[in-house]
């Protein structure tokens, strides 16, 4: 299962991308070599693609490929029990896989990884505010992403309108797969953590400010707990009741409470892939927050998350020889 | 009774409630419009059709201190929350969040229980709806009941006729507000224009969706492995239910030692894993499946058993806010294959 190879694909980009994986999941199907493929379909919205589990052959038609595969589908792949998976997945899906594996929450050889080297995906909201009415239809054409609605026809090029976590993106080729479905694409961005240095320039006053301000919108629905594939715990802090952890309600306590210890939990863990900031229906700042901890954890320890399988998170291991600078 | 205000009056009449009045009204923080409590008419941002959350927090807030305790000398004390000074003006609710409002009302306000933390702010509030000229591609009022000038659930019912608002009072507490000096006789024109916005309102809705139909299917699949399909890709976060204008269910906890501190009422969700969990670590609704399928059934089958009324609106809230686009439209689209 594990023979990786490339496939090769013609045609404009996307659409190659669509045929190839559709191809692979046909083949893993029918071949009876998975059970399932976890992959993209169209969406009911303009922007938007949807997570899909396929079963059977002749539904690999819908399984696309574009801009809007936003998801990171290694979310799902912790509670499939005995069955063979097979997932897409772009460079952060499977960072997180990699993660997963090596925390022993997946396990590899109940996944087959079809690899899709990743140019970035948009942010739906960054285009619909540039959008002058509703959104009622985008296509990508060429390097730009065409929107359209009552009245309205614009172009943007995708490389402006991509999420920030897709902006500072270092990793957008998969790191472990059983296929790779495109030749890699070359990284775009230059400092993973530009936005976090912003941060850090700031006095600790405006950093406060900034973070309450944030926190103060959080509804507490945890979708962006449920978005992450690292948040897997059976009972997670803000559930516990005895003893309760945080205030249990929208306070600034029980606010804050919550988005510190999620932020803390993913200490070294979180693969920068801004599933959480996506799901969050109130529009909250989040990346920052994990990208401080995870620079932090770079420059301590010399780590990275979800490169190499077996490799776990300095926080997660005791070393005899570590030395004492971390109380400090 | 139905007037006329030109735009420009209707800062002048919102400045003057403000004198009188607490006045919610659509306004943005950060990039989100929801309703918040304005301080000035600059504040309101008036081409918001569907706010990022309903207005059902101003009656049912989603954290509610409903008493304060204390342990003394004497014994325990009791502090109860005071009742609200002010009476409330709710501006610019759309007619599927004012519907949800009467829906609620019926949750909160039953023969045998009133919740006085719920009605006594319902009570002291005026609603002022504004009618939809442009209804979004994800509304679906229509579907379930509504319109986008129904007026049910309304004190005060605007109507955007270009430079002005046809304005029609539906109660006492509206037709209060309506004898303000800001408002004009309508004129005929008037009314002609309001019924051509709101008949191309209504071409804009998709063909309304056969309610009783969904309701016999569901009756037919609580068993149903088209549950399992569903809930496949579901995160199973709270969003759906938070931000509809309909959910109601709550959760009530003690914040505090046992010495003092405050009984809270947050707002909880069907969604979430442990909503049904009991204290013997029994749960009968222990997956995911359970508990997408007790959303739908519920909204669309123990909802029109019980009450009458779908327990949806059409806001679509859910459906645009979703992080996996599981879009309620669909799956109830494939009911009828599914079952």
């Known amino acids: 299962m594990h023979s990786s190879h490339i496939v090769e694909t013609k045609g404009p980009r996307m659409q190659a991308r669509a045929d ?68 897409v997945a772009k460079g952060c899906d499977t960072r997180s896989i990699v993660a997963l594996i090596s925390e022993h929450q997946v396990d590899r050889d109940s996944v087959y990884i079809i690899g899709v080297p990743c140019q970035g995906m948009v942010d739906r909201r960054i285009v619909t505010r540039q959008a002058p009415g509703e959104v009622l239809a985008a296509r990508q054409e060429g390097e730009d992403i065409v929107v359209e609605g009552d009245g309205f026809c614009i172009r943007l090029p995708r490389s402006e309108v991509l999420y920030r976590s897709c902006a500072a993106c270092i990793h957008p080729n998969p790191v472990l797969y059983d296929v790779l479905l495109a030749e890699p694409v070359a990284v775009w961005a230059k400092d993973a953590y530009a936005y976090v240095r912003q941060m850090e320039e700031k006095s600790p006053q405006e950093r406060a400010a900034y973070f309450t301000s944030e926190a103060q919108r959080c509804i507490r629905c945890y979708a962006c707990r449920q978005a992450c594939p690292m948040c897997y715990c059976e009972e997670c802090f803000v559930d516990h009741t005895t003893p309760r952890w945080i205030e249990s309600g929208i306070t600034p306590a029980g606010q804050q409470g919550w988005q510190i210890g999620r932020a803390y939990h993913l200490t070294g863990r979180c693969v920068d892939c801004g599933a959480c900031e996506r799901a969050c229906p109130m529009e909250i700042d989040l990346v920052y927050l994990n990208g401080k901890l995870n620079k932090d954890v770079l420059e301590l320890y010399g780590f990275e998350t979800g490169l190499t399988v077996g490799e776990l998170p300095p926080l997660a291991v005791f070393q005899p020889d570590d030395g004492p600078d971390f109380i400090t | 009774m139905k007037k006329r205000i030109t735009k420009e009056d209707v800062n002048k009449f919102i400045a003057w409630l403000l004198k009188e009045y607490t006045v919610y009204a659509p306004a943005g923080v950060a990039n989100c419009v929801s309703f918040r409590e304005i301080t000035s008419p600059v504040e309101i941002v008036w081409d918001c059709l569907v706010t990022r959350q309903p207005p059902k927090d101003v009656f049912f807030p989603q954290t509610e201190v409903l008493f304060n305790y204390e342990k003394t000398a004497d014994g325990l004390e009791l502090h109860p929350t005071e009742a609200v000074e002010r009476e409330r003006i709710l501006w610019g609710v759309r007619p599927c969040d004012a519907r949800a409002v009467l829906i609620q009302d019926a949750v909160f306000d039953t023969p045998d229980a009133r919740d006085v933390y719920y009605l006594d702010k319902r009570e002291k509030t005026t609603l002022v709806g504004i009618g939809c000229n442009k209804p979004l591609s994800t509304c679906f009022c229509t579907s379930v009941g509504g319109g986008p000038f129904k007026k049910e659930g309304l004190d005060l019912f605007l109507t955007d006729i270009g430079e002005a608002y046809l304005v029609e009072a539906l109660t006492d507490k509206g037709k209060r507000l309506l004898s303000a000096e800001y408002f004009e006789k309508a004129a005929k024109a008037d009314l002609k224009a309001a019924r051509a916005v709101e008949k191309a309102a209504l071409a804009r809705l998709p063909e309304p969706m056969n309610i ?128």
């Open chain 1, 20 to 87: 190839a994986i559709r191809q692979e999941a046909r083949r893993l199907l029918e071949s009876g070599e998975v059970d399932v493929v976890i992959g993209f379909t169209q969406g009911t919205l303009p922007l938007r693609a949807a997570p899909i589990f396929v079963r059977q052959a002749e539904d690999v038609e819908r399984l696309i490929w574009g801009p809007f595969c936003e998801n990171n589908l290694a979310c799902y792949l912790r509670e499939l029990g005995d069955k063979k998976v097979a997932v």
């Open chain 2, 212 to 339: 009783e139909t969904i309701k016999q299917h569901l009756d037919e699949m609580i068993d149903s492995p088209f549950w399992d399909e569903v809930q496949a890709t579901c995160l199973g976060c709270g969003i759906c239910t938070f931000l509809c204008p309909v959910c109601h269910c709550f959760d009530i906890v003690d914040e505090g030692t046992t010495t003092c501190g405050q009984r809270v009422r947050n707002w909880d969700t069907c969604q979430f894993c442990i909503y049904t969990l009991e204290a013997s670590g029994h749960n009968p609704r222990p997956t995911g499946r359970e508990r997408v399928r007790q959303r739908l059934m519920d909204k669309f089958d123990y909802y029109v058993v019980n009450q009458g009324v779908v327990g949806c609106v059409g806001c679509g809230r859910c459906v645009q806010l979703c992080p996996v686009n599981l879009d309620i439209r669909r799956i109830l689209a494939e009911l009828e294959t599914a079952k």
